[in-house]
């Protein structure tokens, strides 16, 4: 049914029951799972030397990211690839979905931005509203 799902994890704890489930499903329906983490955009104003420590210091935070996420999955069977891409959670997760060819997304209902919305957040929304296949949103 769902054989390539694609996860969207922010460290959250949303984020981290969505990993939860994502797991889950992906035991149930051997395939590929994507997990996507996405870190902000870099302001251009920054001088080269900030530029440089900021975007290291994001890249690095990124890959903690997903190391947790890896961890929290543990086993399934089927293929786990990983993408860390620079931009909004939303955009990242339905650019990834696309290429993918992913047939199921799964994500936190919240993430650890600092505005939400009243029932989801802001990420959330958006991937609802563009995306292509079925969303599962976490609480």
């Known amino acids: 049914?769902?054989?390539n799902i694609l996860l969207a994890f922010d460290?959250?704890?949303h984020s981290i029951r969505a990993t939860q489930k994502a797991a889950e499903i992906a035991r149930s329906h051997?395939?590929?799972m994507w997990v996507v983490v996405a870190?902000?955009?870099i302001p251009i104003f920054l001088g080269e030397s900030e530029l440089e420590m900021v975007i290291s210091a994001q890249v690095q935070e990124a890959e903690e990211q997903m190391q947790k996420a890896l961890e929290i999955i543990g086993d399934v069977p089927g293929e786990i690839k990983?993408?860390?891409l620079e931009g909004s959670?939303?955009?990242a997760v339905l650019k990834v979905a696309k290429n993918r060819d992913c047939d199921l997304i799964v994500m936190g209902s919240r993430g650890l931005g600092r505005l939400a919305g009243l029932l989801l957040g802001s990420q959330s929304q958006k991937v609802i509203s563009h995306a292509t296949?079925?969303?599962l949103i976490v609480h």
Do not use: W
Request: charged share 25%.
């Open 1 to 3: 049914m769902f054989t």
């Open 11 to 13: 460290g959250s704890p």
């Open 30 to 32: 051997p395939g590929t």
């Open 39 to 41: 870190y902000e955009r």
């Open 82 to 84: 990983r993408e860390i």
């Open 89 to 91: 959670a939303a955009e």
């Open 133 to 135: 296949c079925p969303v």
